[in-house]
Nanobody, 124 residues
Framework: QVHLVESGGGLVQTGGSLKLSCAVS????????MGWFRQAPGQDPEFVAA????????YYADSVRGRFTISRTNAENTVQLQMNSLKPEDTAVYYC?????????????????RGQGTQVTVSS
């Protein structure tokens, strides 16, 4: 069983930065692709970013491309999401996901593992 634990959320002003981290309970060298989704109150989950197991391929939602950067450190079993130039519309609970077969980029699809989420609030 793989456990994902997110951290790094918080309150930031518009234009600020936050770095989210997802700690994975087992060695990610086993081939898990990782991703981040977010969900704002009253809205459907939204894909944010994803990365393949090697870190070579990265995927971003149009709404965050150029502002957010996903990365991973397999030796430390972590995945990060650097978020810059934050906007109020980035306010949401951010979830980390992992899947052994697919890139987690489609909300509504059941992936292997999901964390409990971390709140990001951007004030205007």
């Amino acid at each position: 069983q793989v456990h994902l634990v997110e951290s790094g959320g918080g309150l930031v002003q518009t234009g600020g930065s936050l770095k989210l981290s997802c700690a994975v309970s087992e060695h990610t060298g086993s081939g898990y692709a990782m991703g981040w989704f977010r969900q704002a109150p009253g809205q459907d989950p939204e894909f944010v970013a994803a990365i393949n197991w090697s870190g070579r391929n990265k995927y971003y939602a149009d709404s965050v491309r150029g502002r957010f950067t996903i990365s991973r450190t397999n030796a430390e079993n972590t995945v990060q999401l650097q978020m810059n130039s934050l906007k109020p519309e980035d306010t949401a609970v951010y979830y980390c996901l992992a899947d052994n077969r697919r890139i987690p980029d489609a909300p509504g699809t059941k992936y292997d593992y999901r964390g409990q989420g971390t709140q990001v609030t951007v004030s205007s």
